[in-house]
């Protein structure tokens, strides 16, 4: 007859199973953690891969100054497919896409250093300073509010509080023209922008700009029959002054193309033929060019940079080489008519661009980054505006939660107000000088 197990026996079996059980679950728990920090090393290290795959693909995007960097966002790279969703390893939840990124800075000539940052669900970066921006400076860090500041596609964090003023004076270059204030998904003119042509020739709509990428433009879509204008601007009144050299310019593309005329000019009554004795009237219509899609084929589903310059009221040579019709590889497709000198006395000038003339209801022009501004050392170059390096496209400046406006592209110290998600607002201060 077979003897059972007594409770002592029994007891210590279940002793023992437990000490195996004590001993194993840290250990199976510490395996678990391990095999999911090694998938988010893995996941920092396909986000670098990804980032150097788009930059070898687009070489403009690569920063363009020694110790100058680049955030390339997750859901950039989503977006144009270098990269599928990355997800936390313990949750699955799909990581910040705005948040998580590379951060890509320069160091040489063809040289440059990659640092991913991930956001996720349980799992992030151990990164709480901010990224190491030159041109980013913040007077204090005294109660500390992290804010994210996007130019080009780049996001940069600041910090900023009440008392806080964060310099952007050499994140992007200021333009007398604060193109800023068009409204998105609204007809007409725009602030000091006065429309030309009816209200509803005039929009301000999404579209794609000279880089591929979405941003605000102000779109000339739905025209009347009638040879008249059919849409554009006319800014006046830009304080100048009249000793100096002032560069105006804006970007032009064509689709559906008419009858209509693109023009570009500057305001009435404020400057003369570059030719002009002092005793000469001002121009009462000053263009620097006007043509038919004849004239200038490549504009025909194209962005074009025009580019024209006012100088000095005492000037004596002749139009800059600088000044003419430009594709989006820097090759310059045509001159421009002429340009012009500043009157005597002239105090102030403007910038106009108009489609005109157009009897086809479906012609389109598309105008974006109209710039006006004076001539010096600090002036974005011709290659700086073809690369669309001097400013941030303006779409990536408005905050989606409250609808505001983030970027100001002129001089002054700016601000908006920032919600966190506990409720508190906060209003951030900026200046560019």
């Known amino acids: ?223 009347d029959a009638n040879s008249n204008a059919d849409g554009g601007w006319n800014v006046t009144g830009l304080p100048i002054d009249k000793t100096k050299t002032y560069r105006l310019s804006v970007w032009i593309k064509r689709e559906n193309v008419g009858d209509g005329r693109s023009y570009f000019g500057c305001q009435k009554y404020t400057v003369k033929k570059l030719a002009a004795n002092p005793e000469d009237e001002t121009e009462t219509n000053p263009y620097f060019y006007s043509g038919l899609i004849s004239h200038l084929p490549q504009i025909d589903g194209n962005w074009t940079l025009w580019v024209a310059h006012i100088h000095p009221y005492d000037y004596t040579g002749g139009t800059s080489s600088q000044s003419g019709i430009y594709a989006t590889d820097g090759t310059k497709i045509r001159n421009i008519n002429n340009d012009y000198k500043w009157a005597s006395d002239a105090t102030y000038g403007g910038h106009r661009s108009f489609l005109y003339y157009s009897t086809k209801t479906d012609e389109i022009q598309y105008f974006y980054r109209p710039r006006f501004e004076v001539v010096d050392a600090n002036t974005p170059s011709i290659q700086d505006l073809i690369r669309g390096v001097e400013n941030t496209d303006l779409y990536n400046c408005y905050l989606k939660a409250q609808g505001e406006i983030l970027c100001h592209y002129e001089i002054g110290t700016h601000q908006f107000t920032m919600r966190k998600s506990s409720g508190e607002i906060y209003r951030i201060y900026y200046t560019i000088r």
Not at 31 to 45: T, Y
Not at 174 to 187: A, E, F, G, K
Not at 192 to 213: D, V
């Open 1 to 223: 007859m077979k003897r059972g197990y007594t409770l002592i026996e029994i007891l210590a079996v279940i002793i023992i199973l437990g000490i195996v059980i004590a001993i194993s679950i840290p250990i199976v728990g510490t395996l678990i953690r391990n095999s999911q920090e090694d998938a988010f090393r893995e996941n920092q290290n396909a986000l670098i891969e990804a980032a150097k795959t788009y930059q070898h693909g687009l070489p403009g995007y690569l920063s363009q100054r020694p110790n100058e960097i680049i955030f390339l966002s997750l859901k950039e790279l989503k977006v144009t497919n270098h990269i599928e969703d990355i997800v936390d390893p313990k949750t699955k939840v799909s990581c910040d896409e705005n948040a998580s990124g590379v951060a890509i800075k320069r160091v040489g000539e063809s040289d440059f250093i990659y640092e991913s940052y991930l956001k996720c669900d349980e799992f992030n970066t151990e990164n709480t300073t901010t990224l190491p921006f030159t041109s980013i400076t913040a007077t204090t860090l005294e109660n500390i509010q992290k804010v994210t500041i996007k130019y080009n596609q780049n996001e940069i964090n600041a910090f900023a509080t009440e008392k806080n003023i964060i310099d952007l004076s050499k994140v992007y270059k200021p333009t007398l023209l604060d193109y800023s204030i068009w409204q998105l998904n609204t007809s007409g003119s725009q602030g000091n922008f006065s429309k030309n042509g009816e209200t509803y020739e005039n929009k301000i709509l999404l579209g794609t700009n000279p880089w591929g990428r979405t941003d605000i433009l102000w779109v000339v879509n739905e025209n």
